[in-house]
């Protein structure tokens, strides 16, 4: 079987460099072809042999560096910079989309729900590693509360961040996951990291934490969760923003 990670971490680190590590697989290439092969082993393999199995885990003595940004590193809307400026008090999480019970949760009450914490490894496009203790509340927590209807079976992320200015207009940061990986065990969102409050350059004031999966689906800047039965209405239809680009969906490690 293709050893996924090192294929794509090593080729990334070896050819490429920054987030344009897969721009050369996309559309009909070969090496698009190559990717896509391995992302859909990696995702039968999860799917059929272990769907609930868990990443690895670490000790704190693992930690020995701060954890690096990966993605976007601010949102500059006047609406996030203004909870900002209060500490985020004001932040409200929304659920949509294909559900019995919409929910607007604040910050204040998503840190009085189930916590959890687990200290992992963020498995970066761009070929670089780190450890980290991430502290949040499990996203089946989360949409528990909000029922989902029978239907759903994505959980699309909308964010704050702008990651494209244009004539066109502003392009906001948004990714997905389905809803195997939303009530995976190991699934948060996560307002802590390493013991301290979330810090704006890794998305406060809550940002997803997808262990089995590549970074940049852990997605930064959340301010809506819409479940969905179907991508195609999102973007170019991929499922997210890099998929969009030619990028894997699933991204699975």
């Not at 859909?40 to 609930?52: I, V």
């Not at 502003?170 to 996560?190: G, K, M, R």
């Amino acid at each position: 079987m293709i050893d996924r990670r090192k294929l794509l971490l090593g080729g990334a680190a070896l050819a490429l460099s920054g987030c344009k590590v897969l721009d050369d697989a996309a559309g009909d290439s070969a090496l698009h072809k190559l990717f896509a092969s391995a992302e859909n082993l990696t995702m039968a393999s999860q799917r059929l042999l272990s769907p609930n199995a868990l990443a690895p885990t670490f000790e704190p003595s693992d930690i020995r560096q701060g954890q690096r940004p990966n993605g976007s590193v601010n949102a500059d809307s006047p609406e996030y910079l203004s909870m900002a400026a209060a500490g985020f008090e004001p932040y409200q999480l929304r659920i949509t989309g294909l559900v019995e019970r919409p929910q607007s949760i604040s910050y204040g009450a998503l840190r009085n729900m189930p916590q959890q914490s687990q200290i992992t490894r963020h498995d970066c496009v761009e070929g670089w590693s780190c450890i980290a203790k991430w502290t949040g509340t499990p996203l089946s927590a989360v949409l528990n509360e909000a029922k989902p209807k029978l239907t759903a079976r994505y959980a699309v992320f909308h964010c704050f961040d702008a990651i494209e200015r244009g004539l066109s207009g502003e392009v906001f940061y948004y990714e997905s996951i389905d809803l195997i990986d939303a009530y995976h065990p190991q699934t948060i969102l996560a307002y802590g990291l390493n013991d301290a409050a979330l810090p704006i350059a890794h998305g406060a004031p809550i940002r997803l934490r997808v262990e089995r999966q590549l970074g940049y689906k852990q997605t930064k800047f959340i301010h809506t969760i819409e479940l969905t039965d179907s991508l195609l209405p999102y973007g170019a239809g991929k499922g997210s923003y890099w998929a969009d680009r030619g990028y894997e969906w699933y991204a699975g490690i």
